[in-house]
């Protein structure tokens, strides 16, 4: 396959249509014959992560406790009316939208350098985006300390649902041209390339199968993706589907061991809320990495919602790497059941919640990546996200990367940028597409305590 064709496949996405729009069916995709019954825990095998776009109808009903399973391409999924922004365009050859049936995550991969041309070409009237640092954290010792260890780039990004956007979030002080998803995509791909992470975690998704799956398939990621059972998405007319939670990590950095889509639980009662958890092996040092990504319940007065959730997150993930770490010791792989666990996520809850506490206080020893930032080195940032909508301004830190300190070290994060930069019209906005900011933390393994005796 050519380059030139392979952007164009690539880009399908992404490049504005003249010729008419292209509709997609609501609904979820339904497991094969062959696919095992899901059930809470379920998992697929190593190197057989769920795929993309398998969801389970039966997810409507109440009381279950959905995971995915292996089953086939994904399809895409959204309203049958038309709208701009949920259009598959023509791609720069002129062909029709790629085949769905075609492997996103094929190579050969496309030029990222010349994606992020064409994001600039797509975005060249609007302005500068928030210029933004990378730093060096405060840990303990981070100064003077240079791992052997390559590093790991997470990026932790809610990127707002498109039909939320437009349809029920209420941006009082954003102009509508401003979120119109033909350039508004481009504005996210673009953050996304500028940093070129290595695992990427994303909430309020709903165009995967159209636009981050096809176009990070082609960087090289691969990807899974876990819908709301209830999306509120689908109460918007016109919709893309649902909107949910999607992992990337790079196929060349890792392979995959286990992959664990989760619905999360509050009382014992199913909730509206999702996480799908990656374990991961890394190929340049063969140590395990575990990944979850997460969006809980939102919202004022669902604090204990919230924290229930939290609780059976955690839970969970203790289940997980104590089973990564069973079928280590059973295999006798080294440095593959060392415990590290990095969880990112919209947890809608500020450091003074209840469920903040509880995973600062976890057994699994996690601490939160972006404290590190600050002068004392136990401080969260004043806010990762800036907005105003009808209900008045509101400011908050929401999102975070947990990482377990004994396996992992930070050595860089991307920095806050000042209210100058955000601007006076808050978020979303022409120069930033989300009204979340995004979170990107360097990670490096520490080393095993047998390998320093």
Request: one cysteine or more; glycine letters at 8%.
């Amino acid at each position: 396959m050519t380059t030139a064709l392979l952007l164009s496949r690539s880009l399908a996405a992404l490049c504005v249509s003249s010729r008419g729009q292209l509709s997609v069916r609501r609904g979820f995709c339904s497991a094969s014959p062959s696919s095992p019954a899901p059930g809470p825990g379920h998992t697929t095998g190593a190197g057989g992560e769920a795929e993309a776009g398998s969801h389970e109808p039966e997810w409507k009903a109440a009381g279950a406790s959905q995971t995915t399973a292996n089953t086939g391409p994904g399809r895409p999924m959204g309203s049958s009316s038309s709208r701009p922004f949920s259009t598959l365009a023509q791609p720069l050859d002129g062909g029709l939208h790629p085949d769905p049936e075609a492997d996103p995550e094929a190579d050969p991969q496309a030029d990222p350098e010349q994606l992020l041309r064409q994001c600039a070409e797509a975005l060249r009237d609007r302005p500068a985006r928030p210029r933004r640092e990378l730093v060096s954290s405060r840990a303990p010792g981070n100064c003077c300390r240079h791992s052997a260890s390559p590093r790991v780039r997470v990026l932790q990004w809610n990127v707002l649902a498109q039909a939320l956007g437009e349809g029920k979030d209420g941006f009082v002080r954003c102009p509508p041209d401003a979120l119109d998803w033909r350039e508004r995509k481009y504005l996210i791909l673009e953050e996304i390339l500028t940093h070129r992470p290595d695992v990427v975690c994303l909430q309020e998704v709903d165009h995967y199968h159209d636009t981050f799956l096809p176009v990070l398939g082609s960087l090289g990621y691969r990807g899974s993706f876990l819908p709301k059972p209830r999306s509120p998405c689908l109460d918007v007319e016109p919709n893309n589907g649902p909107d949910g939670c999607a992992l990337f990590y790079r196929r060349e950095r890792f392979s995959p061991t286990a992959t664990d889509h989760l619905r999360l639980s509050a009382m014992m009662l199913p909730t509206n809320q999702v996480a799908i958890v990656q374990s991961l092996r890394c190929r340049a040092t063969g140590r395990g990495l575990c990944v979850a990504v997460t969006h809980l319940k939102a919202r004022s007065g669902w604090e204990r919602m919230r924290s229930a959730q939290g609780a059976d997150l955690l839970r969970r993930l203790r289940a997980i790497t104590s089973r990564a770490a069973a079928a280590a010791a059973a295999s006798e792989a080294d440095g593959a059941a060392d415990g590290a666990l990095l969880v990112c996520g919209d947890f809608n809850a500020e450091p003074s919640e209840d469920v903040y506490r509880r995973f600062l206080a976890s057994s699994l020893g996690l601490d939160s990546a972006y404290r590190l930032l600050s002068a004392d080195g136990l401080t969260e940032p004043p806010y990762t996200t800036w907005k105003i909508r009808p209900s008045g301004e509101s400011r908050g830190t929401l999102d975070y990367i947990w990482y377990s300190r004994e396996s992992l070290s930070v050595e860089a994060l991307l920095d806050i940028p000042g209210e100058e930069q955000i601007g006076p019209d808050r978020l979303p906005s022409y120069h930033y597409p989300s009204d979340h900011l995004s979170l990107l933390c360097d990670v490096s393994f520490r080393e095993l305590p047998h390998r320093l005796l």
